[in-house]
């Protein structure tokens, strides 16, 4: 190394590939005359240590010394170097092949962008010195010395010329940083296909039709005018309605991106590659921020057409050095360009191109949004930023983009294209982004002391769970011991719903009580169970009285048994909690004395009379006056001096919520009181003054109680939900006696189930399996969606296929309108499926990466029709059969949601037999149900593999209709 100047002068350091040319006995001159077409690249250069790209040349050589000694530098390093994510190494590796690789085209796509990127980068000497030693060694021409493997380091210890250690390293760089680059650009190329960075092919393809777009067609955001419009007083004053409606995005820590000395830019590949072609010298977490930035900014000003401005967005925040992107001030240019399009209908623009611009600017959000979801392809991930905060940032963005989307629906209702973001909205399509904002949601809910049970009130919507967890973390939980009670708890049930009924024991009012129990007069709820009457029960302040339900007005109460009121006629109530239910039913029902009926005083021990009170219970409830909902969460939380959406809120998260019999006890209310911490409220009767009527699902808060939505319908009454909506509603309730599921919503059920018939079935181990038998057999027309339901199945002969319970099932697997029905006949499932061999019967086998361990099948198929590869996977019992066959509901196998790229699938085998059957749907061919699986469709290049007899599978027979009869 050669230095002049003095002291304060930047210093000079020759760099040059001549010692390694002469090694090889190769001119310089041939290698410039070969590679002219790059342009004329020196092999010798005198670099500046100012030159911003030295220091990564010289800590990228430091780094090879530290991790290999001169006789350790050999062929298999680089490709063991290679097998590493970029993010292992420290930062003056990973930044060389971030920043080579843009510059290094793997397709004529690339190569405008690579022009352009090396004239970003023409005045660094040490980067054209780097890609000089690039070209000389991918050339492979190192005359009579070269290599098979085409590493210049092997030719090098091949020749006789010995190098000096500093020249020895750099050729072993040299040969390192072109096997990492080529991965990096594999990855690149054929994985991150639709990211927002500005090499994925979606990118490109924008930045090559894109011409540049006019300032003027940018309308500028006074972020000084939004903060006034937003004052209090004005516009603020609706900010929990907008919350509600549109979804409330969140912070998120800036990353230092800079947005505003850019021109405006109407794609996101665009926005992302005038930004990379600015910066000659990326790191990881460069992209990281820029890809944060594109997210955004990027979506909100391509989307909307509206110059927003960092000021406008991002606040300062005490003791951080850098800001966060509000989600308050987000929403409010959200709000803000829906009421200036409203107002101005886009100022000459065509309204509905306007609305059409917004979903293509979103349908390419989703995409990036999606590869970003999957860790390989994960521009957080690969810049090494930590899980958690990686999914913190990425569903922070989401909510961003579901919140735009929301607010362009309020816009363009009947837009055709709004049928793309309707399908992502309710999560149809890009599965991957609501299954890491699920995640967020879970982690985020449980570290504020929420169940994360509770998202089960989204009702199957991504959107309204990505509004109802940001909401409702920042209310104060409802604790009942403490604040991490739920940090068990899982999305499928809370823990604390259940109880030992052994050792079950009524809660006084307070807990230093004594008072004695109250029971009703011996024999009196008897007689009238016995004639067929709804006994109910009167207070006079010392005993109580039984009279039929016939004579007097009453109050139903509808309660959890968990919080401390449940028992049995027999065995009665503390008298202090007799009083305090009387007291409230009084409060109800002040001119009949407060009559009331309540399980605990209601219905006997005794069998028959038991199931007697029980058939009777939709009937009770229908009859009374009015229901009184007594929970501890909503008495505590809940006043009628809070907004109406935070009591939505509370009532949404109780324990009232989460039980089986409660719901046909909301539904079936005349009218439906709730205990607040005033006492009994008709909260109903607040929402309906306090709002106009809207049943969308999508759009209102009180969609988080279902109960209330249905019941605003004035056909409510007469109610008769079909069964898949009755399963929605199931969704989040559990019941401490898993045999009283049925019973309990037997006046939802379709009118062909006898519920004497499933009270019949006698008690026993497996009284919950015959009960669901009896139940399909009774319905007998079944959604054929119904075997792909991934709940525990049933351990009956001929009914392995069926779910043990219905709170356990989704929605979508009882939904009939897409897919049709088929016949529960009394030993199995006869319907018409899509089915395929297996050329190979799959084992069923230990799942080795499980933990705890699992069976099932993991396997690779190959269909060989359409050339597609995919990957099989299913949970199953080890002691079942082989797998021989896989049922669809479609003919095509790619025909899955777009946007998603896994499908369903029935595991089956062939019953001993079953083949001699036609397949017709008088002779269906028996198959023995598996399991239900999931095949997701494989990359392009694991599909070559596969095709070429690289990776083992299984091959997968043509599809063809046919009639079965799963058993």
Known sequence: MSTSGRRNVSQRVNLTW???LKALNVPPEVITAQHRTFGILPFEVNADESDAFYPLYRDGLQYLRHECSPSSVKCSVPLTLADKELKQFPHAISTLVNTLADVIPVSKAHEEFVRLKLQSCRNSATFTFVLAGIRFATGGNFGKHSAKCGHIICAVKASSRKLAEPDLYQAFLIDCLIQMVDKENWLRDELAINTCMPWSRASLREFSIATPAPEARAQVLDHKLLGRLFARGGELDKYAAWTWKFGLPIGIPWFGAPHDSFPFCDTLGK?????????????????????????????????????????????????????????????QVLVYWAQTVR?????????????????????????????????????????????????????????????????AQSLWRSLPEMGLIDDFLWGKTYRSVG????????????SEGWCPSMLHVAVGSMAFVMRVAPILVQLPPFIRTARNEHAHCGTDGCRLDTFTASKYVPRHTQSRCKCNYMKPPPGAVQQLLSQGLVPVICFDGRTLRVVPAQQTPYVAISHVWLEGMGSTTEDGLPSCVVKRIAGLTTRVLPKHGGAFWMDSLCVPQEGSLRKRAIKLMADTYRGAAKVLVIDDCIRTQCSVRKDAEDNLMYIAASGWMRRVWTLQEGLLARELYFEFAEGPVDFEANLRDGRAS??????????????????????????????WKVVSLLNGRSTSKAEDELIAISSLLPPQINTDQLLAEPVGPDVVERRMRVFLRQLRDIPRNVPLGTSPRLNLSGFSWAPRMLTKESMRDWYDGEYGKGACTEDGLVAEYFVASLKKSVKIQKLSSSVPA??????????????????????ADPRSPTIDVLLFLTGDLQAVYTGTRSGRCIAASVVSGGSKASGSRHSPVRLQYITSCTH?????????????????????????????KLT
């Open 694 to 723: 809207d049943q969308s699902q999508l759009n209102l808060p009180i969609s988080v109680v279902p109960v209330f939505a249905i019941r605003e319908d004035p056909g409510a009454s007469s109610y008769a939900p079909p069964l």
């Open 435 to 446: 299954e890491v904002v699920y995640q967020w949601c879970t982690r985020k809910m449980r």
């Open 854 to 875: 699992q069976w099932g099948v993991d396997t690779l198929l190959y269909h060989k029709p359409s050339k597609t590869a995919y990957q099989l996977n299913g949970l």
């Open 343 to 407: 107002r101005y209908k886009s100022r000459g623009e065509s309204h509905d191109e306007q609305g059409r611009r917004f979903a293509q600017v979103m349908y390419r959000a989703f995409e990036a949004l999606d590869q970003e979801a999957r860790r390989a392809t994960s521009i957080l991930a690969r810049a090494g930023i930590a899980e958690d905060q990686r999914e913190d940032v990425f569903s922070a963005v989401a909510l961003t983009v579901v919140a735009a989307c929301i607010v």
């Open 18 to 20: 001549l010692p390694i």
């Open 271 to 331: 926005y992302t590659t005038v930004r990379a072609l600015a910066q000659p010298i990326r790191t990881l977490q460069d992209d990281a921020g820029l890809w944060l930035s594109a997210m955004t900014f990027g979506v909100l000003e391509a989307s909307t057409c509206i110059r927003v401005p960092e000021p406008a967005v991002l606040v300062p925040l005490e003791h951080r050095s850098s800001p966060t992107l509000s989600g308050t001030r987000v929403l």
């Open 936 to 964: 997701t469709r494989q990359h392009a290049v694991i599909e070559e593999r596969v095709r070429e007899g690289d990776m083992p599978s299984v091959s997968l027979g043509e599809l063809g209709k046919m009639w079965v």
